[in-house]
């Protein structure tokens, strides 16, 4: 890696750590160039606005949950598998940034760039790929239902995954390992033929 794209990727480390301890509002630039050792000019070349440098940072963090979806397509694997090895990559990816995600959910309407690729992503391809899964296991054909179906997989696997700090932290609330959430409830509630 050149030294230019080396020193890009130290302030975006340097960006994703502080938004993940600090949030979105607490950071600057100023803090960032002096966390990452470089300087405030640096930081606006590369980026050239706060809002620019926390979208490229969201941006590699979404991407991340977008390669979950490529395993949705290795049909190599029986499909119960392929979902739950889609469930646990991705909420893997939500174990990382809790906090982080919570807040951009709550952005709501002020979303970055690259939350709206992302969400393009999801419209486009990535809620299709997750409905064609569950219509292979389980014979549905109404798209409606589906997509409910959907939903409902994304809340009861991803809500407790963002919730985790707060349950854990604040209620006291003993948190089993997201496999075994994962196990649960395709054991309970999709496979229970």
């Known amino acids: ?95 990382q940034y809790p906090e982080m995600l919570s807040r951009i959910i709550m952005m709501g309407a002020g979303l970055f760039a690259s939350q709206q690729e992302y969400g393009e992503f999801m419209r486009s391809i990535g809620f299709d790929k997750v409905k064609n899964l569950l219509k292979e296991l389980t014979n549905e054909q109404d798209q409606e239902l589906l997509m409910m179906m959907v939903m409902q997989i994304f809340g009861a696997v991803f809500m407790p995954a963002l919730m985790r700090p707060a349950l854990e932290a604040g209620a006291g609330v003993e948190m089993k390992p997201a496999e075994r959430q994962i196990d649960l409830l395709l054991e309970r509630y999709l496979f229970n033929h």
Do not use: C, W
């Open 1 to 95: 890696m050149d030294k230019s794209n080396e020193t890009k990727e130290i302030i975006l480390r340097t960006a994703l750590e502080m938004i993940k301890q600090e949030g979105f509002e607490k950071i600057t630039i100023r803090k960032i160039a002096v966390r990452s050792n470089t300087n405030v000019s640096l930081v606006n070349y590369y980026f050239g606005t706060k809002d620019k440098l926390i979208s490229e940072v969201i941006r590699i963090m979404l991407s991340g949950f977008q390669d979950s979806f490529d395993v949705l397509d290795d049909l190599s694997l029986p499909p119960e598998r392929r979902l739950k090895l889609f469930l646990l990559h991705y909420v893997r990816g939500v174990e």
